[in-house]
Nanobody, 119 residues
Framework: QVQLVESGGGLVQAGGSLRLSCAASGRSFSNYVMGWFRQAAGKEREFVTAITWSTGNTDYVDSVKGRFTISTDNAKNTMYLQMNSLKPEDTAVYYC????????????WGQGTQVTVSS
């Protein structure tokens, strides 16, 4: 059974940094795309970034380019999101997700971790 478990959220001042982790288990993810999404209070969930596990190809929403970096550690089956220069508008619940490379829909989701950026 596939399981995604996020960690690393918290409270940080504007301009600070956080690193989120997503521990993946239950199968091989070599044919998967791993992504981070976020949902702020009262808003729809939005795509943040994704990485193709096998190739390392990445994609970012414009609002986080140059500030956030997605990566994976194959040995640990873990995905990371390094967030620098955080802004109050980055405040949200962050979710990791996984989908097969040939699918557009994400099949598996974590429970989410809260990130709060104070001004």
């Amino acid at each position: 059974q596939v399981q995604l478990v996020e960690s690393g959220g918290g409270l940080v001042q504007a301009g600070g940094s956080l690193r989120l982790s997503c521990a993946a288990s239950g199968r091989s993810f070599s044919n998967y795309v791993m992504g981070w999404f976020r949902q702020a209070a009262g808003k729809e969930r939005e795509f943040v970034t994704a990485i193709t596990w096998s190739t390392g190809n990445t994609d970012y929403v414009d609002s986080v380019k140059g500030r956030f970096t997605i990566s994976t550690d194959n040995a640990k089956n873990t995905m990371y999101l390094q967030m620098n220069s955080l802004k109050p508008e980055d405040t949200a619940v962050y979710y990791c997700a996984a989908r097969r490379v040939y699918r557009r829909q994400y099949d598996y989701w974590g429970q989410g971790t809260q990130v709060t950026v104070s001004s």
